[in-house]
């Protein structure tokens, strides 16, 4: 058993209002500049839609993730060989168009105009070449709230897979938000594809990197990855992606995106992994095995010979007690409400998010009459196909699905009972019962989902620096005779620069 | 005189630059050595014009080693003689030419036509597509034209001992004064051209990712171990 500890976040999507304060921030934080302005590391798409880049889960062309050949897995795209065969051209990189080109406004002019019959406007002007763009005619959100309609959804990859007709008039379509950030995957698909090993996966925390000295823009990770989170930048010809907020997960504050959720959607925390199970979990033959799977490789951290061995491996303490702490823990793996982005790509994700359950609520009418039972169809016949909740979140098992509406529904019938009252505790039993789960956890679940506060929602233990080897090296100082190094260590003949 | 300074002074202080300034680069300014890409500005130009020139260099070089590293003497003691020798480096070395100047052509092309390719193409660029593209337009001129028009030259004789002396630092400079103009127009851009690699985009190649078949797919890296060459790997 090989214990490692991953940072974790989950996304309750019924709290999402879609208001890209997340991404607003992350971007002006990290990809505000030159040869990022087209980059999101984190991105709020409206579902059902294309997202971005467009089309992104459409794995036949971008070819990102693993599949499984003859019980083994391979990457989508080619492994190593067939890889350096095509350094000189990736054939399924995305191309700017397929992200936007980015713009901005010619503001000088407002000021600087001379006087004229006409008020002056700020024309876009492109930010990649620095010419005037007649007009834009695709950003990183522009079928935001299902503007683009018809014409935009039949994009979206999970529409396509639908067997049903998604009905786009005003009155009968739904739509949900959907934010994306790096998964962090346990099997990342992004790392196996970088020649140089640029990429790497962080022993302490899981948090998926970019070594910038290493890379060498080959850029087969940008299309490797299938969630399409790793980006290139054409200012520096190298790979970045988004971070996990590293510096801020290290002092034990949440991500940028999470500090500034508006709606509170985001909760992180640590989970603890068999690093030695992943292979083997990311390998079972059946897609819809994959989310059951991942759950296997996850580890109780109640259990002692858990806490022994994580202990003996090197794992902090206040790391462990923050996995038992883990907001992430209870919503994945003890109350499974949780369910990973696409498991079908077999990277394992680490990104989970709870499936919205509003769009389905919304059209109950007569809910104070309604008995508890009468919930159960409700969510069978919830208004976006069970289906499609599915293709995205569960490798298209409806059954997952409808377990966590379930237990979402029974939740908001037992706190409907505890507070306003009107529902007759006999039928509840039935909903609890197929939704499989106990009064106490919904209370659990209600408060975390709830009302949680900023310490419930987010448990991440700090680095701990003071556990490095050679601290006191880093720090400039040798002042202890114990602490020089041991005869035969490996340095640098020179040391790299920093910042150029 | 021109043995002196074109065939002994010149080509040490183009190897001396081309070492130091690489090592410079790599140490000092690590940051700026990849291979510059604008595939995602452009595709379907660069998927043409790329390919075929980099398959094209490979070829390319692999017959320089082939013409100008094996002394002819081993040709000799393998039996293969001057006129099979010369057909099999007119066609192949013909056919790798072409790739590579049909490749550069593209490429240039493809600079000017794209106004997001033009934008983000620095004098750097076109100063290394237009330098391969003399040295080996005359390369190509040389091998297809010359050879088969005015004379079959053997710069095994010449131009390959000259080169290898130089290695090991004992130039026979002499050699390079009957070697016809085009060949020594040639090989004085291509000395060039290494002088100007530290400097230019063209340092990619010292960093084909030939460990990466053997490499384990995962990496794992400690944060406390971040330099320690390699890291600890699954």
């Known amino acids: 058993m090989k214990i490692k500890a991953q940072v974790a976040m989950v996304m309750h999507l019924d709290k999402c209002i879609g208001c890209h304060t997340c991404s607003v921030t992350c971007k002006n934080v990290w990809t505000n500049r030159p040869g990022m302005e ?59 168009d397929d992200f936007y080109e980015p713009w901005t406004y010619d503001y000088q002019n407002l000021i600087k105009s001379p006087r004229k019959e006409n008020i002056p406007v700020a024309r876009p002007k492109s930010m990649i070449t620095g010419d005037y763009i007649d007009k834009p005619t695709w950003g990183s959100n522009w079928d935001d709230d299902l503007a683009g309609g018809s014409e935009v959804v039949p994009m979206d990859p999970n529409v396509q897979k639908l067997q049903e007709h998604i009905a786009m008039e005003y009155e009968k379509t739904f739509m949900m938000y959907l934010p994306r950030i790096c998964e962090h995957c346990l099997n990342p698909s992004c790392v196996a594809s970088c020649p140089s090993g640029a990429l790497y996966k962080r022993d302490e925390d899981g948090i998926v990197l970019v070594d910038q000295d290493a890379c060498r823009g080959w850029r087969f990770c940008t299309n490797g990855c299938p969630y399409h989170k790793v980006y290139y930048n054409w200012n520096t010809h190298k790979a970045e992606k988004c971070n996990f907020c590293y510096p801020r997960t290290e002092a034990g504050l949440p991500t940028v995106c999470s500090e500034t959720c508006v709606g509170r959607i985001r909760y992180i925390g640590v989970l603890l992994y068999d690093a030695d199970k992943v292979k083997e979990a990311a390998s079972v033959e059946d897609p819809k095995d994959l989310y059951e799977s991942q759950l296997s490789v996850f580890l109780d951290p109640f259990d002692p010979e858990v806490i022994a061995k994580a202990e003996e491996q090197g794992i902090n303490r206040s790391w462990i007690e923050s996995a038992q702490e883990s907001p992430v823990y209870k919503m994945a793996m003890k109350w499974k409400i949780a369910l990973p982005l696409h ?14 359950l509003s769009p389905i609520m919304s059209h109950i009418t007569n809910e104070s009459q309604l008995s508890a039972e009468g919930y159960i169809p409700a969510v069978d016949d919830m208004r976006i196909p069970m289906q499609y909740l599915a293709s995205l979140l569960s490798a298209d098992d409806t059954t997952v699905i409808r377990k966590v509406l379930l237990k979402m529904a029974a939740m908001r019938v037992h706190m409907r009972a505890k ?38 929602r987010f448990v991440i233990p700090t680095g701990r620096r003071e556990m490095d080897e050679d601290l006191h090296y880093k720090q400039g100082a040798c002042s202890i005779e114990d602490l020089a190094p041991p005869e035969g260590m490996v340095t640098y003949p020179f040391e790299r620069s920093e910042g150029l | 005189m021109e043995a002196l300074l074109l065939w002994t002074v010149f080509p040490y202080i183009c190897g001396t630059i081309l070492i130091v300034a690489t090592f410079y680069r790599f140490i000092y300014r690590g940051k700026s050595w990849t291979a510059p890409s604008t595939e995602i500005f452009e595709k379907k130009w660069l998927r043409i014009g790329s390919i075929v020139f980099h398959y094209g260099i490979i070829f390319a070089f692999v017959g320089h080693l082939m013409g100008v590293l094996i002394p002819i003497e081993v040709y000799n003691s393998l039996g293969v003689d001057d006129h099979t020798y010369h057909i099999f480096a007119i066609v192949g070395g013909g056919f790798a030419g072409l790739m590579v100047v049909m490749g550069l052509i593209f490429l240039l092309i493809r600079k000017f036509s794209f106004p997001r390719v033009k934008a983000h193409t620095s004098f750097g660029d076109y100063f290394t597509i237009v330098l391969l593209l003399l040295v080996a337009g005359l390369g190509t001129y040389m091998t297809i034209i010359y050879n088969t028009t005015v004379v079959a030259y053997e710069y095994r004789l010449t131009i390959g001992p000259w080169f290898r002396s130089l290695f090991t630092f004992n130039p026979v400079s002499g050699l390079m004064l009957g070697v016809p103009t085009l060949f020594k127009v040639h090989v004085v851009l291509s000395f060039l051209l290494f002088a100007s690699i530290p400097f230019t985009k063209l340092v990619h190649m010292f960093s084909f990712p030939v460990r990466y078949p053997t490499r384990a797919p995962q990496q794992y890296r400690a944060r406390d171990g971040y330099r320690k060459n390699e890291g600890n790997k699954l």
């Open chain 1, 38 to 96: 087209y980059v999101w590391y984190n991105n709020v798409e409206t579902r059902p839609g294309p997202g971005y880049p467009k089309s992104w889960e459409d794995t036949d062309r971008y070819k990102g993730g693993w599949t499984l050949r003859n019980g083994r897995l391979h990457l989508k795209a080619g492994g190593p060989i067939s890889k350096l065969a095509n350094i000189f051209y990736n054939p399924n990189m995305a191309e700017m």
């Open chain 1, 343 to 356: 498991p079908e790509y077999r990277t394992l994700p680490m990104v989970w998010y709870v499936p919205p």
């Open chain 1, 419 to 456: 507070t306003v009252g009107g529902i007759d505790d006999m039928k509840k039993s039935k909903l609890l019962q197929e939704a499989d789960i106990t009064i106490e956890e919904l209370e659990d679940m209600a408060r975390l989902l709830g009302v949680a506060k900023y310490n419930e």
